[in-house]
């Protein structure tokens, strides 16, 4: 069977799988999207048997399978109705198999030379903004304490953006360099997270603002890492800062 061919079955079965997901009573929707995300872990393992070696079961794997667990922990807080469920599983559907295509890239690259490799850095880094936005937004969404806030953020931050690092260079193993760069952002988003918890944000305007600190953080470590941080790239990135944190000024309502 070839690799495509893989990646579209195993895209169906946990599009069906999260279709499944509506039908379980919500007092276990926790227990339904933890069975998820080990059925999504396993079927991404199968689909990606073929090239996965060594590290790259703990920074390839992940993204897919915390992906699968977001839209899984997102799709509990769309409003009831088979189009707008049906919208978002055909969305996921068509999310999981481009990861599958991105990762398939990324191993086969540890290997040797291969010319999608910027392609697949972009859809990675998106993919990752994404599923870090819909974790983001749910974990608001719970109106839990400050400090679970900023515990629960990062926890999923860190597996992603370890993986999105180590993508950049595919070494073989990882380094302590980039352990301490991952845990720096991840502890970085756990105190913003904090942060803002106390503020009037509404659950979208704190989901996006924390996604934005991730956006800044984790691409001026990716441009470093592939030594390419130039004044320009960083004066870029900045506004992008700078911008989002006025615009989140404005649209916040305060008493």
């Given at each position: 069977?070839?690799?495509?061919?893989?990646?579209?079955?195993?895209?169906?079965?946990?599009?069906?799988?999260?279709l499944a997901i509506q039908y379980i009573s919500i007092d276990f929707r926790?227990?339904?999207?933890?069975?998820?995300?080990?059925?999504?872990?396993?079927?991404?393992?199968?689909?990606?048997?073929?090239?996965?070696?060594?590290?790259?079961?703990?920074?390839?794997?992940?993204?897919?399978?915390?992906?699968?667990a977001s839209v899984a922990l997102f799709y509990f807080l769309v409003p009831e109705g088979w189009m707008a469920r049906t919208f978002i599983m055909t969305l996921f559907g068509f999310g999981m198999y481009a990861?599958?295509?991105?990762?398939?890239?990324?191993s086969v690259a540890a290997v040797r030379t291969i010319q999608l490799?910027?392609?697949?850095?972009?859809?990675?880094?998106?993919?990752?903004?994404v599923t870090l936005l819909l974790f983001y937004n749910t974990i608001f969404s719970l109106k839990l304490h400050?400090?679970?806030?900023?515990?629960?953020?990062?926890i999923v931050t860190f597996p992603l953006v370890l993986s999105a690092l180590w993508s950049v260079k595919l070494e073989e193993k990882i380094s302590?360099?980039?352990?301490?760069?991952?845990?720096?952002?991840?502890?970085?988003v756990f105190e913003v997270a904090m942060i803002i918890s106390f503020?009037?944000?509404?659950?979208?305007?704190a989901s996006i603002f924390l996604v934005t600190v991730i956006y800044v953080g984790?691409?001026?470590?990716?441009?470093?890492?592939?030594?390419?941080?130039?004044?320009?790239?960083?004066?870029?990135?900045?506004?992008?800062?700078?911008?989002?944190?006025l615009a989140t000024l404005v649209v916040t309502k305060w008493k």
């Amino acid at each position: 069977m070839s690799k495509r061919r893989k990646f579209v079955i195993s895209s169906l079965i946990l599009s069906l799988a999260l279709l499944a997901i509506q039908y379980i009573s919500i007092d276990f929707r926790f227990v339904a999207v933890f069975v998820f995300f080990v059925i999504s872990f396993i079927v991404s393992a199968v689909a990606l048997l073929d090239d996965l070696k060594g590290v790259e079961w703990f920074t390839i794997i992940p993204l897919p399978a915390l992906y699968a667990a977001s839209v899984a922990l997102f799709y509990f807080l769309v409003p009831e109705g088979w189009m707008a469920r049906t919208f978002i599983m055909t969305l996921f559907g068509f999310g999981m198999y481009a990861i599958y295509l991105t990762c398939n890239i990324f191993s086969v690259a540890a290997v040797r030379t291969i010319q999608l490799l910027r392609a697949a850095h972009a859809v990675g880094f998106l993919l990752t903004l994404v599923t870090l936005l819909l974790f983001y937004n749910t974990i608001f969404s719970l109106k839990l304490h400050f400090w679970l806030n900023g515990i629960m953020t990062g926890i999923v931050t860190f597996p992603l953006v370890l993986s999105a690092l180590w993508s950049v260079k595919l070494e073989e193993k990882i380094s302590p360099t980039m352990w301490k760069q991952t845990g720096l952002l991840a502890l970085g988003v756990f105190e913003v997270a904090m942060i803002i918890s106390f503020l009037p944000l509404t659950v979208w305007v704190a989901s996006i603002f924390l996604v934005t600190v991730i956006y800044v953080g984790l691409g001026l470590l990716q441009h470093e890492i592939s030594e390419r941080l130039f004044p320009q790239t960083l004066q870029e990135y900045l506004f992008v800062a700078v911008f989002v944190f006025l615009a989140t000024l404005v649209v916040t309502k305060w008493k």
